[in-house]
């Protein structure tokens, strides 16, 4: 089982269980342009997107098999309050089907990224063939109840499947084909920048946070070089610092142990309980928002109030230059090279 696999599986199992310092913004301070009426959007690269910075995660309420009542509920506000960016994949369970049921008749108010590789007619495994490229967006194109999406992203796929080249030609024809208006790679660490390197794909989905900052020098500037549009996922670094003890969601380990080695203050006892915009998931946005080249991220949830939550939490704008070296000083002093990009 590859790792992308292994983590997606461990948030699944919980599931089942029960369970350079550039800032970006907007002038004055925030990211709610229009006197605070509107998120602000950002060019997505090259692409005709004006993707909202905040985004939404379609994992969660996948593996959580959270009920479609929830799942209306959460996605109308959201598109409501300046939402656009709609990210989902194959083998999230059934999110590429609740979002449809959910929002299928606003369509033309968002824009919608699935992903490719994980589903070879339903046998498990990963499907890095032309075959199952082709026949897995035709699956999402019919769960998705819609004739199109914005972008598919290949699903976190090793080197030697991109050097082997033959399902970017499969993404490449299912665009031309007007299946999928632009095409991109999800990952990370040296296959994204592999990926980036290709020239191949308009956009990049990368995982960057405090906990995971190997992106910030590896791929954003080969993006940014390249007109790339970047959207960041784990941006909230899964809000590790909501747990007392070593989480028992196995997905959540990794960032947990990276917070307790880095020790960032706003992550601590006295802390982690802040809910503001200088509380941890304030940080975490607006750190990843100010960084160059990040157009969006896209945040999980099962929670119909968060996006608001969230949003109010970037009002407050790009961090101090003092507080953002801070978090690249300490990273840099402590992180050792095992801490890649997280899949
Ligand atoms: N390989 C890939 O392509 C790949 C891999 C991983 C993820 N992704 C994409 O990226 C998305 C997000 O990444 P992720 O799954 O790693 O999760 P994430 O966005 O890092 O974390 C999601 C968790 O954060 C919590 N949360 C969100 N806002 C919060 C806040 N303000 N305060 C406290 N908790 C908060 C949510 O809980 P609540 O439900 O309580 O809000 C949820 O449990 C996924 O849904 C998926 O679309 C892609």
């Known amino acids: 089982m590859n790792e992308r ?27 709610l342009s229009n ?22 995660g ?28 709609i990210d989902t994949a194959e083998c999230y369970a059934d999110s590429e089907v609740a979002i449809a049921n959910a929002v299928a008749h606003r369509r033309d108010e968002y824009y919608l990224f699935t992903k490719v590789g994980h589903w070879p007619r339903g046998g498990g ?42 399902v970017i030609d499969a993404l490449e024809k299912a665009r031309e084909q007007g299946k999928t208006r632009y095409i991109g790679y999800s990952g990370d660490s ?18 960057i946070s405090f906990c995971d900052q190997e992106a910030i020098d590896l791929t954003l500037p080969l993006c940014r070089e390249r007109g790339m549009g970047v959207i960041v996922k784990g941006g909230i670094a899964n809000a590790v610092w909501r747990y007392d003890s070593k ?45 160059p080249g990040v157009h969006t991220t896209v945040v999980g949830t099962t929670n119909p109030a968060r996006f608001a939550q969230n949003a109010a939490l970037i009002e407050a704008g790009p961090l101090s230059a003092e507080r953002v070296e801070g978090i690249r000083r300490r990273w840099k002093e402590v992180a050792p090279e095992s801490w890649v990009g997280q899949v």
Not at 5 to 29: C, K, N, Q, V, Y
Not at 58 to 85: C, H, K, M, P, Y
């Open 35 to 56: 006197q605070g009426l509107e998120l602000e959007k950002r060019r997505l690269g090259k692409t005709d997107m004006r993707v909202s910075v905040l985004g939404f």
């Open 125 to 166: 495994g990963e499907g890095w063939s032309t075959t199952s490229v082709m026949e897995t967006i035709e699956r999402s194109l019919k769960r998705l109840k819609t004739e199109y999406v914005d972008l598919v992203h290949l699903h976190s796929c090793g080197i030697d499947v991109l050097e082997r080249g033959d």
């Open 247 to 291: 989480p028992e969601n196995g997905y959540h380990v990794e960032y947990w142990n990276r917070m307790s080695t880095l020790g960032y203050e706003f992550t601590s006892a006295e802390n982690r309980g802040k809910t503001g915009p200088e509380g941890p998931a304030g940080i975490a946005l607006r750190f990843v928002l100010g960084l």
């Open 190 to 207: 040296l296959a994204a920048k592999f990926a980036v390197e290709t020239d191949r794909f308009d956009t990049l989905m990368t995982s």
């Open 5 to 31: 696999t292994r983590r997606e599986f461990l948030i699944a199992t919980m599931a089942a269980a029960g369970g350079a310092l550039g800032l970006a913004g907007t002038a004055g301070g925030g990211w």
């Open 58 to 85: 379609g994992a969660e309420i996948g593996f959580n098999r959270t009920e479609q009542e929830r799942v209306d509920r959460l996605l109308n506000s959201a598109i409501d309050q300046g939402l656009d960016a």
